[in-house]
C-alpha cells in the first residue's frame, strides 16, 4: 500500500502543485465530469502509483449481480461496453482547469444527483478525514438509486471502508456547497478590499 501510493501521497501532502490546490474533492469531480461525458455511471477506481485508474461500464441497462467479476475477467454483461481509462494527476489539474473555464461561463448551479457531485462529496470525506484513498465503487442500477463505496486509509493506518446511498449524500453535497460559496465570496471581499 505504502509503495504504490507513495507518490500520490507526496502529492497531497504538498497540498498545492505550482501554486494549485490538490484535495480528492476536486481531482474525483474531474473524473467524475468526464465518466459523465462518456456515459460512465457504474465504476470501479482506485489510485495507482501517481494516477487514478477506472473501469467502468456505459448505461444503458441493469447490472447484474456478478458484474465486478464479469468486469475483472474482461467480459462486461450483455449489452455493454467496458471502459478502462487511466487519469494522471496532472491531466487531471489540466482538465480541471478547461472545465473551470466552461463552469464560469455557465450558470452557477450544482445538481447533487450527478456522478461529478457525488465522486466530489466522496472525496470531501476522505480529505475531512485525512484519508488516503484506496477504492471507490460507485453501481448505478436502472430505475434505482445508486449506490458508492470507498475505501480509504487513515493517518493512523486503520483501513475504512464506508457506504453511501445517493440520497445520503446529498446532504454533505449541500454543506459542501455552502462552504465553498463562503469561501469564495469571502476571497471575492478579501481580493477588493486589497
Known amino acids: 500500500m505504502d509503495g504504490q501510493n507513495r507518490i500520490l501521497k507526496k502529492w497531497l501532502s504538498r497540498g498545492r502543485a505550482d501554486g494549485v490546490e490538490i484535495s480528492y474533492s476536486r481531482l474525483l469531480r474531474v473524473i467524475g465530469q468526464e465518466l459523465e461525458a462518456k456515459g460512465i455511471a457504474t465504476c470501479c477506481l482506485w489510485t495507482e502509483r501517481d494516477r487514478f485508474d477506472v473501469i467502468g ?100 493506518g486503520e483501513l475504512m471502508t464506508e457506504e453511501f446511498s445517493a440520497p445520503s449524500l446529498y446532504d454533505f453535497s449541500v454543506q459542501i456547497f455552502m462552504m465553498e460559496k463562503r469561501r469564495m465570496q469571502n476571497r471575492a471581499s478579501v481580493s477588493r478590499a486589497a
Open 57 to 156: 461500464l456505459r448505461t444503458g441497462g441493469a447490472v447484474e449481480a456478478s458484474f465486478w467479476q464479469r468486469l475483472r475477467a474482461k467480459q462486461p454483461a450483455p449489452g455493454y461496453a467496458t471502459v478502462e481509462l487511466n487519469y494522471s494527476i496532472e491531466a487531471l489539474l489540466r482538465l480541471d482547469e478547461l472545465n473551470q473555464a466552461k463552469r464560469t461561463l455557465a450558470i452557477p448551479r450544482s445538481d447533487f444527483r450527478t456522478l461529478s457531485e457525488q465522486l466530489r462529496t466522496i472525496g470531501a470525506v476522505v480529505d475531512r478525514r485525512a484519508g488516503q484513498l484506496i477504492r471507490l465503487e460507485r453501481v448505478a442500477h436502472e430505475g434505482m438509486i445508486a449506490s458508492l463505496a470507498v475505501q480509504y486509509q487513515m493517518a493512523t
